[in-house]
């Protein structure tokens, strides 16, 4: 076994997982300050009267956004299952969501 085999899939691994955590990092702040303004928005609304918010009905889709966000992790997980280029991948990811 020559060990030289696996080194364009540590480095493209790497790579790859750098870009990713950099990109998912800057996906997040987005999503975040999104979601944070409607949901001020929302409030705004409510406390001047022109709505009305299901307290219920907003609590259980928050819930099963949970749940959705626990299936695509365990998704991911089985997606990164090969040493050298998932081990790579990790720690350019982990850089990456670092950097971003």
Do not use: C, R
């Amino acid at each position: 076994m020559d060990i030289t085999q696996f080194i364009p899939d540590i480095g493209g691994g790497f790579i790859i997982g750098f870009v990713v955590g950099w990109a998912a990092k800057k996906a997040i702040k987005i999503v975040a300050f999104l979601i944070g303004i409607y949901i001020l928005s929302l409030l705004y609304l409510a406390k001047i009267g022109v709505i009305s918010i299901n307290k219920d009905a907003f609590l259980a889709l928050i819930g099963n956004f949970e749940s959705s966000l626990i299936v695509f992790g365990n998704k991911l997980v089985g997606l990164i299952h090969s040493l050298s280029f998932g081990t790579s991948f990790l720690i350019g990811f982990g850089l990456g969501f670092k950097k971003g």
